[in-house]
């Protein structure tokens, strides 16, 4: 905890005010703001809720020493910069995660697909660019997932049946498309002959 509070900038005083490791009690921590324990007497962390506190830096990476963490929302902040390429090795257990409403950019990290258990996936209102990884259609759990208001491109993954997934969770992004949206642009004649005509030079 005293790694995630290090990472972030914490301009209105939420977590300076509770955030308080001067007391060595069991549990201690299960008291701070935003933090969800297993049980009040162990410091055991189920699920951290920091949204809408103004905090700003970038996806605070010790969140991974939370090894029993099921739930994250840091969402309607002022974080930055890349959702870690590696963020299974972060909260490979969680089935909740919210980033929706920051300033991420960047890629979505095709490991999200690693975070087997994931059952809410919110990745709306940020700065995303580039395709949506093909693989996350592996998440067999996935209940929700939002994209919408990025600057995504391509076509959207395949999920499961009993997801939830409207055209609603990518609105407004400037290139999405396939179900449940607009069918893809198929290659034109033109690409397709470039294709067969370079694959024959290739040939010889």
Request: proline residues 7%; neutral net charge; aromatic residues 8%.
């Amino acid at each position: 905890m005293k790694g995630i509070k290090a990472e972030l900038e914490d301009p209105y005083g939420y977590l300076n005010t509770s955030w308080n490791f001067n007391n060595n009690t069991e549990g201690f921590i299960c008291k701070f703001t935003g933090i969800e324990c297993w049980h009040p007497d162990e410091n055991k962390v189920l699920n951290i809720r920091l949204s809408d506190m103004g905090l700003k830096g970038q996806f605070p990476g010790a969140i991974k020493n939370c090894t029993s963490l099921t739930g994250l929302d840091l969402s309607s902040n002022k974080l930055f910069g890349i959702i870690p390429k590696n963020i299974s090795h972060i909260i490979g257990f969680v089935t909740s995660l919210d980033l929706s409403s920051n300033n991420f950019s960047g890629e979505i990290p095709g490991d999200l697909s690693n975070c087997t258990y994931l059952n809410i996936l919110k990745l709306d209102h940020n700065r995303l660019t580039g395709q949506i990884p093909a693989e996350l259609s592996l998440l067999a759990r996935l209940k929700q997932f939002s994209v919408a208001n990025n600057l995504l491109t391509g076509p959207v993954p395949y999920f499961n049946p009993n997801a939830s997934i409207s055209a609603d969770s990518y609105a407004n992004n400037p290139g999405l498309c396939g179900p449940p949206l607009d069918a893809c642009p198929s290659p034109s004649k033109k690409s397709h002959t470039t294709v067969i005509a370079a694959a024959a030079v290739g040939g010889v």
